[in-house]
């Protein structure tokens, strides 16, 4: 069993990923940067050069791999579990946990990056309002999560990760992997 960390971009999947991996003594990876660690280039650099549809082809194989694991925190991207081949493996593969926010606190969060291709060349009015369409595209996919954190405001990741193991069923600092 895994934990797959869902959500728009800016969530805090990462970061809940490392107070997850500290509580339970699992570990934690995160699926867009494993899936630049085999591509050798950035994001932007896939999507700019060969498109966002071999981008989500290659998702789809990192998300494939990262699924055969087992006792691992993952942190997907943010528009990995609109494939429903991805959903597919993340469900079967463990419990997926929601991180929502709503808009305006992510715009805020992501203003003044630029490492972001689907917000790229907008200000930060538009950033907003792209987040908004992408949020309404995304929750229905998103909405089907074993456990959804409905957040508004910054709570420590340690607290929310600590939220999850209790609402999620995750017993203490168990590692089955090394018994």
């Not at 229905?140 to 957040?151: G, Q, V």
Request: hydrophobic letters at 35%; glycine letters at 10%.
């Amino acid at each position: 069993m895994n934990i797959y960390l869902i959500g728009y971009r800016c969530t805090g999947k990462t970061s809940v990923g490392d107070g997850l991996s500290r509580q339970l003594d699992w570990p934690v990876l995160d699926s867009d940067v494993e899936l630049v660690r085999e591509e050798n280039r950035p994001i932007s650099e896939i999507v700019a050069a060969d498109g966002w549809d071999v981008f989500r082809q290659i998702e789809k194989r990192v998300i494939q791999k990262l699924s055969r694991l087992n006792q691992y925190i993952i942190a997907t991207g943010g528009g990995a579990v609109l494939d429903p081949e991805n959903w597919r493996r993340i469900t079967g593969s463990g419990t997926s946990v929601f991180l929502s926010f709503p808009a305006g606190v992510l715009a805020f969060r992501l203003r003044g990056r630029r490492d972001r291709p689907l917000l790229d060349g907008l200000d930060e009015n538009g950033k907003e309002a792209r987040i908004r369409s992408l949020l309404k595209q995304r929750t229905p996919a998103y909405s089907r999560a074993d456990l959804t954190l409905h957040l508004n405001r910054s709570i420590p990741p340690e607290r929310i990760a600590a939220m999850i193991v209790l609402f999620a069923g995750i017993g203490g600092r168990k590692n089955k992997r090394n018994e």
